[in-house]
């Protein structure tokens, strides 16, 4: 690989990272935090949804310790990466920009195995509709996954849903808010997974477990035609104004920007945002598909979108050092610093001269205590890194 695109090469793969910290520009909180911890890692290589799933995800949550403990008896929340939607060509949208319902129902049917009393899918859905809507728009078999555990619910976080007020999670160390107003799913829950997609994002590089967390900000509070003293449960546009850009505030009713002098650019927003939330709502279990996947970006309404067949699936308990393994498989740098590949845009700005980089969110989470992303103090179990290897930026 060509290491001026800071792709790894396989003998700094063997060797782990070693390649310390980088500068994090202004936002990094100034106190110190504990050294982040590490956490296994399970790689596996599957060339198909067809294969037997449950099986081989049943391996790797061995690998990683188990999962008994962590959901027997427990409320179990899933949040699944459906961002959009649309095909590309043959290929369904669980092939290539969602997380595919065949590994949603190995997923729910290991979880009742092991004991979890109920299991609830969530994700955002346009106003009007179900997340059960989306999911038959697309052609979910919505029966099986009911029949995978003895209690799964569906409910859409881009809005109050069915509870009765929004949960306020707070942040301890916060970059852009000190706490977030979700839907009550996210708090009224004993473990936390994020499903995520092993893909591009257009603006922010690479979408994985840390960029999944930005899902679930609800548009009813932080959308551009958010309340502006209360959310607004009609609302329907996406969250760029308010998160992206940062040129209005979420409703006077949640919690505002810790500094509203700080960069204005997406590139240094999102990333922390993404660590805030999910600093604010913790993953207990990170589970990302890269079986079937996309190269270009997070969708197929990116130019330059197009199909990828990775064949490999990421599992871990922590999600810096899960998306730390993820991104090394993609065959880059997880302690890239902001412009290297993958933390550049995927496609160039539309206004000329304007920034093309973007924050890595995995030293922006390590920074503040969350997880760590050295490759050399993270066990990797199942299939080593070198032999999953899959090109990412060769193949844009």
């Known amino acids: 690989m060509n290491e001026k695109r800071n792709l790894f090469t396989r003998r700094q793969l063997l060797a782990g990272s070693g390649l310390g910290l980088v500068s994090l520009g202004r936002g990094a909180p100034p106190a110190p935090v504990p050294r982040a911890p590490a956490a296994p890692v399970s790689i596996a290589q599957c060339s198909s949804y067809d294969e037997d799933l449950a099986r081989l995800l049943a391996t790797q949550f ?48 290991l979880l009742a195995r092991a004991g979890a009393k109920r299991i609830r899918l969530l994700e955002g859905a346009g106003r009007g509709d179900s997340l059960e809507d989306k999911m038959l728009d697309a052609g979910w078999n919505l029966a099986a996954l009911r029949s995978a555990a003895p209690i799964v619910e569906f409910e859409s976080t881009n809005y109050l849903g069915s509870g009765k007020r929004y949960s306020r999670l707070k942040v301890a160390r916060p970059y852009i808010y000190p706490a977030f107003d979700l839907n009550h799913s996210y708090e009224d829950t004993d473990v936390f997974i994020s499903m995520s997609k092993l893909k591009h994002h257009e603006e922010c590089g690479i979408t994985l477990t840390i960029k999944n967390s930005f899902g679930i900000a609800p548009n009813s509070v932080y959308g551009d035609d958010a309340g502006v003293d209360e959310p607004n449960e009609n609302a329907h546009r996406g969250r760029e104004m308010v998160l992206h850009a940062g040129k209005r505030q979420p409703p006077k009713s949640a919690p505002q920007e810790v500094d509203f002098t700080s960069e204005r650019f997406e590139g240094y927003r999102v990333p922390r945002i993404c660590v805030d939330l999910i600093a604010a709502r913790p993953v207990d279990l990170a589970i990302i598909d890269g079986i079937e996947s996309s190269i270009g970006g997070e969708g197929p309404w990116v130019k330059g979108f197009k199909y990828a067949h990775p064949q490999a699936l990421i ?82």
Not at 69 to 86: E, F, H, R
Request: include cysteine; glycine fraction near 14%.
């Open 62 to 109: 061995d690998q990683i310790g188990g999962i008994g403990k962590l959901v027997g008896g427990k409320t179990v929340a899933i949040k699944l990466n459906l961002t959009g939607g649309g095909r590309i060509g043959a290929y369904t949208a669980g092939q290539t920009h969602w997380v595919h319902p065949k590994l949603v129902g190995a997923c729910c049917h």
């Open 315 to 396: 599992v871990g308990r922590n999600p810096v050092s899960t998306d730390a393994v993820a991104t090394a498989v993609m065959g880059y740098n997880p302690r890239a610093k902001r412009g290297e590949a993958p933390f550049h845009r995927v496609t160039p700005p539309e206004t000329p001269g304007a920034p093309a980089w973007a924050e890595n969110p995995m030293l922006l989470a390590e920074a503040v205590g969350i997880g760590s992303a050295d490759l050399g103090s993270i066990d990797v179990r199942g299939v080593p890194i070198k032999d999953a290897l899959y090109d990412f930026e060769s193949r844009r």
